[in-house]
């Protein structure tokens, strides 16, 4: 079964800059679309991005709200995919999970990290 | 943008059958995933393709979609099913994914 593991959250002040990773085992790294989940305390999950296998073009797609600050990219040699963060704002703060599905290019995620915790304040 | 909508809460008596909803604009034409949610936990894939288990989900645990509300639906619930749920599908307009807001299940 596949494992994600996420570094990489901490304290940032608004306008700041952050960058979480998430390590992936058990899987074939290189043919799976990953995407980032983030949920804010006490709320509901909210999705912020994709990216797609290289194979496939590597392309990614954003939320609305974090399109233009956030930035999903991967190292299939490392079997790692990546989150930076620019231009953080306080709605920002939340537990950031990478997900992805074992079938590849599902959007069903059957495989998911134990999320980190951004928390963006002054 | 397209929307999912659920209900903020649903409550059921342990052995009964609890029914949550998930409503979109002719969501029947898409795929719904399910999510479980418990306190403290990552999300955990309980339902896909609008019917599918994964492996080592109970059979207690079915889905449902037509037109335009898809269904969750745990049969013979148990204490250890509460949690909140979370309907998601992808909207090719966009090619965004889509959470509804989350349903919390309380098991009387």
């Known amino acids: 079964e596949g494992q994600l593991v996420e570094v990489g959250g901490g304290l940032v002040k608004p306008g700041g800059s952050l960058g979480l990773s998430c390590a992936a085992s058990g899987f074939i790294f290189r043919n799976a679309w990953m995407s980032w989940v983030r949920q804010a305390p006490g709320k509901g999950l909210e999705w912020v991005g994709r990216?797609?296998?290289?194979?496939?073009?590597?392309?990614?797609n954003y939320a609305a709200p974090v399109k233009g600050r956030f930035t999903i990219s991967r190292d299939d040699s490392k079997n790692t995919l990546y989150l930076q963060m620019s231009s953080l704002r306080i709605e920002d703060t939340g537990v950031y999970y990478c997900?992805?599905?074992?079938?590849?290019?599902?959007?069903?995620?059957?495989?998911w990290g134990q999320g980190t915790m951004v928390t963006v304040s002054s | 943008s397209y929307v999912l909508t659920q209900p903020l809460s649903v409550s059921v008596a342990p052995g009964k059958t609890a029914s949550i909803t998930c409503g979109g604009t002719?969501?029947?034409?898409?795929?719904v995933h399910w999510y479980q949610q418990k306190p403290g936990q990552a999300p955990l894939l309980v339902i896909s393709?609008?019917?599918d288990r994964p492996s080592g989900i109970p059979e207690r645990f079915s889905g449902s979609n037509s037109v335009s509300t898809a269904t969750l639906t745990i049969s013979r619930v148990e204490a250890g099913d509460e949690a909140d749920y979370y309907c998601?599908?992808?909207?090719?307009?966009?090619?965004?994914?889509?959470f509804g807001g989350g349903t919390k299940l309380t098991v009387l």
């Open positions: 393709y609008d019917t």
């Open positions: 002719r969501i029947g034409g898409k795929s």
């Open positions: 998601q599908v992808w909207d090719s307009t966009t090619d965004h994914v889509v």
């Open positions: 997900t992805s599905s074992l079938d590849g290019d599902s959007d069903a995620y059957d495989v």
């Open positions: 990216i797609k296998s290289t194979t496939e073009g590597g392309t990614t």
